[in-house]
């Protein structure tokens, strides 16, 4: 009876490695690839996207560093990347009604707020937002920031976003 238990576990376990399929490779050099496509100025990645975003020129008190566009299954999304390493923060313009913030973080504080007629969705630490998700339009924003900034700051920002 042992052996005849153990011969059909074997077989089940047999079974369910055939079936798992082809196993992806990755490349040659052992990195997945980056599906974000970088260009060296705005007017760049919004020809590549087919639209535009107007954003300001600093972003909690930050200078544009880079511009990016991912263009995946259908949602394509326009980024504007300020600062550096350490402090840094984003504007994201896409064409999803979904969330494309692409932040996970748990944060303190959660806000749902009215900029202009605007319905904002604002996370944070009670002082500072560092995280903000909103549609506009046929299309969806979202703002990340390291180093956060006010309220009062960040509606003022997102009234100029289109």
Known sequence: MKKIL???????LVLALAACGPVATLPADGEIPNPWQDFDT???????????????????GLAPSSFRVLDSDGNKILEIQY???????SLRKGTDSEDISGDSTDYAKTETVT???????????????????WTKGDYSYAFFSTVGVSADTLAEQIAGIE
Do not use: C, H, Q
Request: no cysteine; charged share 25%.
């Open 6 to 12: 153990s011969l059909v576990l074997a077989l089940a």
């Open 42 to 60: 705005m007017t760049d990645a919004e020809a590549a996207i087919g639209y535009g975003m107007t954003a300001p020129e600093t972003v909690a």
């Open 83 to 89: 600062g550096g390493d350490d402090d840094r923060a």
């Open 115 to 133: 900029v202009g007629d605007i319905t904002v969705t604002e996370k944070g630490d009670g002082e500072n937002v560092f995280s903000a998700v």
